[in-house]
Nanobody
Framework: QVQPVESGGGLVQAGDSLRLSCVASGDTFSRYAVGWFRQAPGKEREFVAGISRSGGSTNSADSVKGRFTISRDNAKNTVYLQMNTLKPEDTAVYYC?????????????????WGRGTQVTVSS
């Protein structure tokens, strides 16, 4: 089984940038599509961005389009989430999730493997 591990979270000011990383071990990384989700206190977990197995297809939530970019390096077993122009409403725990499905799923139940999350806090 594959196990994703997130890193790169932190406390930043509005307008700053962060890059999250998700490194996976345990199986052939390129077999899995990868998604980033986030969950703020008192809110449901929501899809942020996803990328296909090869990296040729991506999808992102409307709330982050134009600010967040997802990419992957299969040689390094890593997926990145570049987050620019951060806003206080981006504050949440960010989770990396992986699925054997061959498309970029946007719902949490489609993903069978989850990391423990990394906290992103954006101050105004």
């Amino acid at each position: 089984q594959v196990q994703p591990v997130e890193s790169g979270g932190g406390l930043v000011q509005a307008g700053d940038s962060l890059r999250l990383s998700c490194v996976a071990s345990g199986d052939t990384f390129s077999r899995y599509a990868v998604g980033w989700f986030r969950q703020a206190p008192g809110k449901e977990r929501e899809f942020v961005a996803g990328i296909s197995r090869s990296g040729g297809s991506t999808n992102s939530a409307d709330s982050v389009k134009g600010r967040f970019t997802i990419s992957r390096d299969n040689a390094k077993n890593t997926v990145y989430l570049q987050m620019n122009t951060l806003k206080p409403e981006d504050t949440a725990v960010y989770y990396c999730a992986m699925t054997i499905f061959g498309y970029v799923a946007t719902t949490a139940p489609a993903y069978g493997y989850w990391g423990r999350g990394t906290q992103v806090t954006v101050s105004s």
